[in-house]
């Protein structure tokens, strides 16, 4: 009995579609209290 070869980019598109979808929320805010939010001062300050 012969199986039916997978359809690679049908699974890759789908895969894709989660990442993105999950990335998103989390970057909203669902699933965390402070996602999305950018810590400015951080990103500015040097060490030294």
């Not at 690679?8 to 699933?31: C, D, K, N, P, S």
């Not at 939010?37 to 990103?43: F, G, K, Q, T, Y």
């Amino acid at each position: 009995m012969r199986l039916p070869s997978p359809a690679y980019r049908e699974y890759l598109t789908f895969v894709a579609t989660i990442l993105v979808t999950l990335a998103v929320l989390q970057y909203t805010g669902i699933f965390y209290e402070m996602s999305g939010a950018i810590d400015r001062p951080c990103l500015v300050k040097r060490e030294k």
